[in-house]
């Protein structure tokens, strides 16, 4: 399973990343249905920082967000959504070969998305660490462009209107 298809289906949902359970069932090669049952029958092993179930709210917003086609695709049931630590229970409780295996792959995806995020705010603090040290340096500078920039925009309007006056 490759690393970039799993990360595709995480998502974030309160502030959480997350897996919903229809697409697990894709990947572990079963029907929701059956990943249902086997999660409420273990559902001691699932507290609410491994899995919760979405709101109707929730539901809508994956719907807007083309994360799920329609809510008549998820046949009236609510799905459930899985933490990383969630998924790795999984494991647990869907004992196949290929459960393992796949929780591998989730679980390498998850740790990507996780130093990927830290990357990326340590980069963004640094630039507005930059922006606030070279901020006042380049005001004139900024203001020559924000000049210029409003300068045309002021000569295409005037060039736009329509012309009154003696037409000779």
């Known amino acids: 399973m490759q690393l970039q298809t799993i990360q595709n ?38 507290p609410g920082d491994f899995m919760f179930e979405l709101s109707e709210s929730e539901i809508i917003e994956l719907v807007s967000q083309n994360v799920i086609p329609s809510k008549k695709h998820l046949g009236g049931a609510s799905p459930f959504a899985f933490t990383e630590q969630g998924v790795a229970m999984l494991s ?7 459960a393992i295996e796949l929780n591998i792959a989730i679980m390498r995806a998850f740790v990507f998305i ?14 507005k660490e930059l922006e606030v040290k070279y901020d006042q340096k380049f005001e004139d500078v ?27």
């Open 9 to 46: 289906k995480i998502y974030e949902l309160r502030g959480l990343k997350v897996m919903l359970d229809f697409e697990l069932a894709v990947l572990y090669e079963t029907d929701t249905r059956t990943l249902k049952q086997t999660v409420k029958r273990n559902r001691f092993r699932f």
């Open 92 to 98: 647990s409780v869907l004992k196949s070969r290929k």
């Open 114 to 127: 996780r130093q990927y995020a830290l990357s990326h705010k340590d980069l963004t603090d640094k630039l």
């Open 142 to 168: 900024y203001e020559a462009l924000r000049y210029l920039l409003q300068k045309d925009q002021i000569q295409t309007q005037q060039s736009q209107r329509k012309q009154i006056g003696y037409k000779p």
